[in-house]
């Protein structure tokens, strides 16, 4: 089992970048892959990006364009979201979430087992 909290929202301008956050305990978080996903309110949660375990592979979302990126360091236990060119169409709460694969990543929110609560990230116009 492992444990996952979020940090690194805010409020910024169009335009801005944010790096969240994911920080994990418990199991060995070398072994889980770790997505990312937002929600808005109103809306169904959404799947923004995902990494691998020992970031063999990435994956992004199509609205994403180039403007993300993903990284992990398993001797920190952390998962990284650089954020760049935020558009107020970002703006939502942010979650990470882990899942336990041989390889590989999942889209799929309903499949991982293990969330965060959450770090709202803002852009204004």
């Known amino acids: 089992q492992v444990t996952l909290r979020e940090s690194g929202g805010g409020l910024v301008q169009s335009g801005g970048s944010l790096k969240l956050s994911c920080a994990a305990s418990?199991?060995?978080?070398?072994?889980?892959?770790i997505g990312w996903f937002r929600q808005a309110p109103g809306k169904d949660r959404e799947f923004v990006a995902a990494i691998s375990r020992r970031a063999f592979t990435t994956h992004f979302a199509s609205f994403v364009k180039g403007r993300f990126t993903i990284s992990r360091d398993d001797a920190k236990n952390t998962v990284s979201l650089q954020m760049n060119s935020l558009q107020p169409a970002d703006t939502a709460s942010y979650l990470c979430a882990a899942i336990t694969l041989t390889g590989g990543i999942s889209i799929a929110a309903a499949e991982y087992p293990y969330w965060g609560h959450g770090t709202q990230v803002t852009v204004s116009s």
């Open positions: 418990g199991d060995d978080f070398s072994s889980y892959a």
